[in-house]
């Protein structure tokens, strides 16, 4: 079991920059494949960005590339979400989420069996 509370959001304007992060409780953490998740209003959830165990390995949707940067801490049971040059477009609720191993890294919303509840980032124009 893995539980995931996700905090850091906010409002801010265009161009700004947030860190989220996601306090992860549960031995089997350190196994998991982590990834963010997000949903705006009205939309589906989509795949943000997501990180191997190790940390070594990182995926992004390309909406996201060079701009946002997921990184991991086991030793703290944390990852983060450093989410620079925001645009409005980003607007969503942000989910932290964690696999069950033995996957290794996904972007698939299916692939994720534990989730926090989220936090909102609003990005205004």
């Known amino acids: 079991q893995v539980q995931l509370v996700e905090s850091g959001g906010g409002l801010v304007q265009a161009g700004g920059s947030l860190r989220l992060s996601c306090a992860a409780s549960?031995?089997?953490?350190?196994?998991?494949?982590m990834g963010w998740f997000r949903q705006a209003p009205g939309k589906q959830r989509e795949f943000v960005a997501a990180?191997?165990?190790?940390?070594?390995?990182?995926i992004y949707v390309d909406s996201v590339k060079g701009r946002f940067t997921i990184s991991r801490d086991n030793a703290k049971n944390t990852v983060t979400l450093q989410m620079n040059s925001l645009k409005p477009e980003d607007t969503a609720d942000y989910y932290c989420?964690?696999?069950?191993?033995?996957?290794?890294?996904?972007?698939?919303?299916?692939?994720?069996?534990?989730w926090g509840q989220g936090t909102q980032v609003t990005v205004s124009s």
């Open positions: 989420a964690a696999t069950k191993p033995p996957c290794s890294i996904s972007r698939y919303l299916a692939n994720y069996d534990y």
């Open positions: 549960g031995r089997a953490f350190s196994r998991s494949a």
């Open positions: 990180i191997t165990w190790s940390g070594t390995n990182t």
